[in-house]
């Protein structure tokens, strides 16, 4: 059973720093692209950032571009989501998300996930 763990939200000021993890278990973790995507109260869940399997290619939502970077640790089976210079638009409830097997371009939207985590809340105040 595939299962995806997140952690590291919190409430942070504007302009602050936050570094969310993902743990994923149940299969072969190194094969399948990973990704964040978020959903604020009232609103879709939309696409944040991916990375494929190998680690290569990174495609990120153009509101979070050049201030959240995503990584992969194959060795640990995690995926991080580096998160810079934060808005308050940015709140939201974090889902991590996999899929994609092998594909070496991952598309900015939900088609290619297979598997959800819970999610972690992310406050940013102003």
């Known amino acids: 059973q595939v299962q995806l763990v997140e952690s590291g939200g919190g409430l942070v000021q504007a302009g602050g720093s936050l570094r969310l993890s993902c743990a994923a278990s149940?299969?072969?973790?190194?094969?399948?692209?990973m990704g964040w995507f978020r959903q604020a109260p009232g609103k879709e869940r939309e696409f944040v950032a991916a990375?494929?399997?190998?680690?290569?290619?990174?495609y990120y939502a153009d509101s979070v571009k050049d201030r959240l970077t995503i990584s992969r640790d194959n060795t640990k089976n995690m995926v991080y989501l580096e998160m810079n210079r934060l808005k308050p638009e940015d709140t939201a409830v974090y889902y991590c998300?996999?899929?994609?097997?092998?594909?070496?371009?991952?598309?900015?939207?939900?088609?290619?996930?297979?598997?959800w985590g819970q999610g972690t809340q992310v406050t940013v105040s102003s």
């Open positions: 990375v494929t399997w190998s680690g290569v290619g990174t």
């Open positions: 998300a996999t899929g994609a097997a092998f594909m070496t371009t991952i598309p900015r939207t939900a088609d290619w996930v297979d598997y």
């Open positions: 149940g299969r072969t973790f190194s094969r399948y692209g």
